[in-house]
């Protein structure tokens, strides 16, 4: 058992856990945020999505000792109240279906709008070909991510 210490959301935590504990594991289980989904576990399909320092990552490849000292982002801390633009975009434009990968695809989205003010179809279909919607939303996503680009760059 190693004690890791890690910042979500703004908050410090020290965590009880094997070094080897995956990131999306302690988010989960440890800290009680259930917005990062468990997909695959092996970085592909981006339920897992966070941030670290603005960049988004996939937290099941993370282990709790890389993870020690360091600051993330979840859906939760996206924003306060859930009115992050990409969060509105994606309610005004109907994405979800069965929802369960869109955590991490907002956050994959939220963190190419940081780097990307304006990105054009070919920049958002390249950051989203990371993530797997099973239901295949991708038409509406990208609409959602174009609508909250508008808001953003006002």
């Not at 937290?59 to 020690?68: K, P, V």
């Not at 990968?101 to 990307?116: D, H, K, V």
């Not at 003010?117 to 390249?126: E, H, L, V």
Request: aromatic share 6%; with cysteine.
């Amino acid at each position: 058992m190693k004690t890791v210490s890690i910042t979500v959301n703004g908050w410090k935590h020290n965590v009880e856990a094997p070094g080897d504990t995956p990131l999306l594991w302690i988010i989960r289980d440890h800290l009680g945020l259930t917005g990062t989904k468990y997909g695959c576990g092996v970085g592909i399909c981006g339920a897992c999505t966070i941030h670290e320092k603005g960049e988004a990552v996939r937290s099941c490849q993370i282990s709790a000792l890389e993870a020690d000292g360091s600051e993330f982002t979840t859906i939760e801390g996206l924003s306060k109240n859930g009115d992050h633009p990409c969060q509105k975009a994606w309610i005004e434009e109907d994405v979800s279906q069965c929802g369960f990968c869109q955590p991490g695809m907002i956050m994959t989205a939220a963190a190419l709008l940081e780097t990307n003010k304006k990105p054009d179809d070919n920049a958002i279909d390249d950051a989203m070909s990371a993530s797997v919607c099973r239901c295949g939303t991708y038409f509406r996503m990208r609409k959602a991510i174009k609508r909250a680009s508008e808001v953003m760059s006002k």
